[in-house]
């Protein structure tokens, strides 16, 4: 697959970086020098220094050869304009990254459905949206849907008090229908078989059709807590996107918004109705302890600036924040993050990836989601009528040993499947895969 990147940013280089890892033919297009030189420095990667909307620097990057376009630059005008004229060469796949929330609230079906925009990719508002699912389930620490939001799978840490410790897989109760589809351990993601154990400090994978999941982590021994108190560190679009949110969740929550722009917090809290902004420092202890920032059930810390996130999460932990969520933008941060007890990290670059590998793997798919820090991902394939996996049972089918389906959503049904069931046209099969066995999995359905 041949793929034009307009824009060498953090997101730009990280696509690119994800493309070329799987061995497609990437050109990255910028006017900055210096971050083509980055971008060189560091990966396998044609670059092109000119604007991404320039005719001659487009046919220079063999446009008309090009399968799709992502256009990734802090413009939003920019990116929409690249994609219209990638669209008007033939490019296939046309995706751009967009801010303005009056793009994407007034004027999004106009510009997919007239322009031909495939995806309007806001990494912030899907950061936002990550934030929010946890809140909303605060003993997990990864919530993804599938299945049109029919099916919901949650990442859980295991305690080494929990019940669940020294059993194996096929031990589990089996009161409600749920399958545990991977298990992290340390650095490593294993997809557990019936005789596989669960140890403790373990994060599982669940996955069960989303209204019974309460039932699900009761049986499992997980209770759901209610947050009451949340405390949003920084007012950027991420921060503004989680504040709505939460005003106009079903659950009632007493939110603070803390800003360090002054100007920004007043538009903020002119645009916001129930959310009590106020203006300072996320990593001034003196004014998280004057804010009662202890009392609050989770804190989210979505600045710009990684260290501040950091630093307040310290302070917010060392106060006896129950939850705390961290966005970082470096990867290189994550394992400080861990060591210092922050609870989840939020990475923009990461969720965006999810969003856009949709257009990039084979087969009729509906959404991706990577998983356990990037080390797998969850499929959810329409399987189409002339998909050869029909009617055969799943016993029968070769499937890679590092992959496996989770659950078939079919209709209003939810299936956990087991060797004897047998897919039908129209069924949405959500597999979970390492990233070694993808490509299998991927011949398999297409």
């Known amino acids: 697959m041949r793929t034009i990147i307009i824009g060498a940013g953090k997101m730009g280089f990280s696509m690119a970086q994800l493309l070329s890892s799987e061995n497609h033919d990437v050109v990255v297009i910028d006017t900055n020098p210096e971050?083509?030189?980055?971008?060189?420095?560091?990966?396998?990667?044609?670059?092109?220094?000119?604007?991404?909307?320039?005719?001659?620097?487009?046919?220079?990057a063999e446009i008309q050869e090009t399968d799709m376009l992502l256009a990734l630059t802090e413009s939003d005008e920019l990116n929409m304009m690249a994609c219209i004229i990638a669209k008007n060469f033939g490019v296939n796949i046309a995706i751009a990254r967009?801010?303005?929330?009056?793009?994407?609230?007034?004027?999004?079906t106009f510009l997919q459905e007239k322009l031909g925009i495939d995806l309007l990719l806001n990494p912030e508002r899907i950061t936002a949206n990550e934030a929010f699912n946890i809140i909303e389930n605060p003993d997990t620490?990864?919530?993804?849907?599938?299945?049109?939001?029919?099916?919901?799978?949650?990442?859980?840490?295991?305690?080494?008090?929990?019940?669940?410790?020294?059993?194996?897989?096929?031990?589990?109760?089996?009161?409600h229908n749920f399958n545990i589809v991977s298990i992290l351990r340390g650095k490593s993601t294993l997809v557990p078989h019936g005789q596989d154990y669960i140890l403790a400090d373990d994060y599982i994978s669940v996955m069960a059709k989303t209204s019974e999941m309460?039932?699900?982590?009761?049986?499992?021994?997980?209770?759901?807590?209610?947050?009451?108190?949340?405390?949003?560190?920084?007012?950027?679009?991420?921060?503004?996107?989680?504040?709505?949110?939460l005003e106009r969740s079903k659950i009632s929550?007493?939110?603070k918004l803390i800003e360090q722009d002054l100007e920004r917090a007043r538009k903020l809290s002119e645009d916001l109705d129930k959310t009590l902004v106020l203006h300072g420092n996320g990593g001034d202890l003196e004014l998280m302890e004057e804010e009662n920032i202890k009392d609050s059930d989770v804190l989210v810390a979505v600045t710009n600036?990684?260290?501040?996130?950091?630093?307040?999460?310290?302070?917010?932990?060392?106060?006896?924040?129950?939850?705390?969520?961290?966005?970082l933008k470096r990867p290189e941060l994550m394992f400080l993050a861990k060591k210092i007890g922050v609870d989840v990290v939020l990475s923009p670059r990461v969720l965006a990836s999810g969003a856009v590998l949709k257009y990039i793997r084979k087969g009729n798919i509906?959404?991706?989601?990577?998983?356990?820090?990037?080390?797998?991902?969850?499929?959810?394939?329409?399987?189409?009528?002339?998909?050869?996996?029909?009617?055969q049972p799943l016993m029968d089918i070769m499937f890679p040993k590092s992959a496996i389906i989770g659950v078939i959503a079919r209709q209003e049904k939810v299936v956990i499947?087991?060797?004897?069931?047998?897919?039908?046209?129209?069924?949405?099969?959500?597999?979970?895969?390492?990233?070694?066995?993808?490509?299998?999995?991927?011949?398999?359905f297409s």
């Open 35 to 60: 971050r083509q030189k980055v971008v060189n420095d560091n990966l396998d990667v044609k670059t092109i220094i000119g604007s991404g909307i320039e005719s001659s620097i487009l046919q220079t």
């Open 98 to 108: 967009v801010r303005n929330t009056d793009y994407l609230e007034s004027y999004y």
């Open 141 to 175: 620490r990864s919530v993804d849907y599938f299945a049109e939001g029919k099916v919901q799978v949650i990442s859980l840490s295991v305690p080494a008090s929990s019940f669940l410790v020294g059993k194996k897989m096929m031990e589990l109760p089996t009161e």
């Open 214 to 245: 309460p039932q699900v982590k009761k049986m499992l021994g997980y209770s759901s807590k209610k947050v009451a108190n949340i405390c949003i560190l920084g007012g950027g679009h991420t921060g503004f996107y989680l504040a709505k949110m």
């Open 253 to 255: 929550h007493s939110v």
């Open 305 to 327: 600036d990684d260290q501040i996130n950091l630093l307040s999460a310290l302070i917010a932990k060392n106060m006896g924040v129950k939850v705390v969520l961290t966005q």
């Open 366 to 391: 509906a959404s991706v989601a990577l998983m356990n820090e990037n080390q797998a991902e969850m499929l959810e394939f329409v399987i189409q009528p002339d998909c050869k996996l029909i009617g």
């Open 417 to 444: 499947p087991d060797g004897y069931t047998v897919i039908e046209p129209l069924d949405r099969v959500i597999v979970f895969t390492l990233a070694d066995s993808i490509h299998d999995v991927e011949r398999l």
